[in-house]
């Protein structure tokens, strides 16, 4: 059912340096977007490589740290809500697969690939 909780995975492993509480208050609007759109890169690789459990977890990492932001990030909300919804289709994860396909298309509602596979 939509908005049924994920199955539990382990965080991804940060691809940078975990920052101080100092420096993650510092971090402008524009390095943290570079930062984001790094990790989704990394993200992507790692399913590439067929680590699948990593990319998974990455993107959800990512789906958490994005969810209500600004609205330049929208395009990346937007993509990693579709690639999160892939991977659990492909882990046979439909529920998780469902609320994923949902929130990308409140993000862009006229991807119709999406909507075929939602």
């Known amino acids: 059912a939509i908005g049924e909780a994920a199955p539990e995975l382990a965080p991804a492993q940060p691809a940078h340096e975990p920052q101080s509480r100092t420096q993650q208050t510092e971090e402008t609007p524009e ?14 690789r790692a399913a590439a490589r067929g680590q699948p459990d990593r990319s998974l977890a990455a993107l959800r990492d990512l789906a958490a740290e994005l969810a209500d932001d600004r609205p330049s990030l929208r395009q990346l909300r937007f993509a990693v809500s579709k690639n999160l919804a892939n991977a659990w289709a492909r882990r046979g994860e439909w529920p998780a697969a469902l609320a994923s396909y949902a929130a990308a298309l ?11 596979n939602a």
Not at 31 to 44: G, Q
Not at 106 to 116: A, E, I, L, N, T
């Open 106 to 116: 409140r993000h862009d509602p006229s991807d119709v690939g999406v909507w075929m």
């Open 31 to 44: 390095a943290r977007e570079a930062r984001l759109k790094a990790d989704y890169e990394l993200a992507l």
